[in-house]
Every structure is written in structure tokens, then in C-alpha cells.
């Protein structure tokens, strides 16, 4: 049994998480502004401001805070927000681990697959490759480096790299189920890395259980999908008519702006590493959609 305090414990993710953790013993925490229930501690990233109760004996800490990619218009302001989002809460989590002399079993973080940046080609990015050259990319650069900085610490760093991920309680598929997203976006023919929220879940859990499980990973599947493939297999399942007729880019980017790159730019990522340690349960996207909505 392990003292986990986790960062976006109200997000899609961390919802599910804090439940997967509890039913697994281990004793889960969470950082928020407002802290309403036992189990709250309040942190407030303008006043740079973390109660320490919340480092007493503490062994894990899952950081999955940030502001929604998607959310909003990607204005100077929100990309911003965007970084300091993520990159800030964690220079104050470690900032607190140094100056407590916390001795952390582990810090495990959150990334994007949007790492590799908004381009759509045949090749299948490892973990070894670099970084791209956009805002996307950037904000994944950022968000690493301030994980990583708790290897300074000799704290073990885990950080996944994780797809478009898939949920019945929102996401992206709530936004994909709308007669605009369900038809192919742009071009068609870029890739969506995905993984199925649970089995993202049982990552984090094992990322907490087994100390083996370090370092940096893709958190997608090998079921490559182009948007024009996941958008007719999500209206079969749906047993929903998809659009024959494409959206084109310059439609999304009036509606959406510059994020619209996120929707119409993809690559493939390779699942290779992290199956050498973890099995999917949804490793096929029509599976993995029919458990969903069936």
C-alpha cells in the first residue's frame, strides 16, 4: 500500500484514477483549489502555495494537472496557460519535495504523444526520436523537463506519453460524436494515436506498483488509425451514418484557430517498448469502442 498524491485528480483521468488506486489499497490524495472532501489538501499555483500535510510520509506523486489542449483558442494568453499549467505546478512540486527533503519512491507525469509534433507521416515515432519543432511539441518538451528534473533528486521519473484518449464520461470522443467530427477532417489521411482510458489507468496504477516501470513511454496502441479510419469505425459502432464528404482544413481552422493543427496533423507511435512491459486490454479500436458505447 502506497501514499499517492495526484495532481488532476477531478480530470477525466484522474476521476477513474483516484477509484482504480482506492480499490487497489493504496491511500490516494489530491491537490485542488477548493478542497471539499477528507482527502483534499489545497495548492494554489498564483500564491505558489501547497499545504504540507499533504508530503506527510507520502511515497507517489501522479502529476496529471493541466489545462485542456482542446479547450479553448490558442490566444498568446492561453498558450501560456497552456505551459505554466503543467510546467509550473510541477517546479512547485519539486520545489516543496527539495526544501521538505521529501524521499519519494517515485514522481510519474503526464505527456502527450503530440511530443513527436503536429505532422503526418508514415513514420512510426519511438521514444528515442526527437522532438518536433511547434507550440504542441513544445508544450511536451516543457512538460518533461520539469518531470525530469526529479531524477536530480534521485527520485525514479515515469512519464507516459499518452494518445487521444478514449471514455464513455467525455473527452475526445464526446466531441468525435457530433455530426461536424464524425466525418474525416482535412486531408483523412492523418493518424490518431488512442488508448482506451482503463487501460491508461492501469499504467499509472502500474507505474506505482512495480519500480522496474520507469523512464519515458508512448501510451497509444499499435492499432494505427487515420481519422478516416477511427471516424468509420466509430459510426459502425455508433450505427451512425459518417459524412462522405470531408471537412475541409480551412473550415476547422475559422472555427477553431491555430489548434485546428492538433485535428489535422498525426502520426503513428510505437506501443513496442511499454508492451514489453504492460498488455493492453484494448488493443483494437473496435473493441475498444464497443466496450465503450455497448
Known amino acids: ?5 495526484l495532481t488532476g485528480g477531478t480530470g477525466l483521468v484522474g476521476t477513474l484514477l483516484e477509484k482504480k488506486l482506492k480499490e ?8 485542488t483549489r477548493s478542497p471539499k472532501k477528507e482527502n483534499h489538501f489545497k495548492w494554489d499555483l498564483d500564491t505558489n502555495y501547497i499545504d504540507e500535510k499533504a508530503f506527510d510520509k ?4 501522479i502529476h496529471l494537472a493541466g489545462a485542456g489542449i482542446a479547450d479553448k483558442r ?5 498558450k501560456k496557460e497552456l505551459i505554466d499549467s503543467r510546467v509550473s505546478s510541477a517546479n512547485l512540486l519539486y520545489n516543496y519535495i527539495q526544501k521538505l527533503n521529501i524521499p519519494l519512491q517515485g514522481f510519474i507525469s503526464s505527456s502527450g504523444i503530440n511530443f513527436y509534433g503536429a505532422v503526418t507521416t508514415d513514420k512510426i515515432y519511438t521514444e528515442n526520436d526527437a522532438p518536433g519543432n511547434d507550440f504542441i511539441s513544445k508544450i511536451c518538451i ?3 523537463k520539469s518531470a525530469n528534473q526529479f531524477s536530480s533528486l534521485n527520485i525514479p521519473v515515469t512519464i507516459l506519453r499518452t494518445g487521444v484518449v478514449l471514455s464513455k464520461n467525455g473527452g475526445a470522443l464526446q466531441k468525435m460524436n457530433t455530426p461536424l467530427f464524425l466525418s474525416s477532417l482535412g486531408s483523412g489521411k492523418q493518424f490518431i494515436p488512442w488508448i482506451h482510458i482503463e487501460d491508461l489507468c492501469e499504467m499509472y ?3 506505482v506498483e512495480d519500480s522496474k516501470f520507469t523512464g519515458i513511454y508512448n501510451a497509444a496502441t499499435n492499432d494505427h488509425q487515420t481519422n478516416k479510419s477511427f471516424t468509420q469505425t466509430l ?18 481552422k475559422i472555427i477553431v484557430g491555430e489548434l485546428a493543427i492538433i485535428v489535422l496533423q498525426g502520426s503513428k507511435a510505437s506501443a513496442d517498448k511499454i508492451e514489453q512491459q504492460f498488455t493492453f486490454k484494448y488493443n483494437k479500436l473496435e473493441e475498444a469502442l464497443k466496450e465503450i458505447y455497448n
Do not use: S
Open 1 to 5: 500500500m502506497a501514499k499517492i498524491l
Open 24 to 31: 487497489k489499497n493504496h491511500d490516494v490524495y489530491i491537490l
Open 58 to 61: 507520502l511515497d507517489y506523486i
Open 74 to 78: 490558442w490566444t498568446n494568453q492561453r
Open 142 to 144: 516543457e512538460w518533461e
Open 205 to 207: 496504477c502500474k507505474a
Open 235 to 252: 459510426g459502425k459502432v455508433l450505427k451512425k451514418p459518417v459524412t462522405p464528404f470531408n471537412v475541409p482544413a480551412f473550415v476547422l
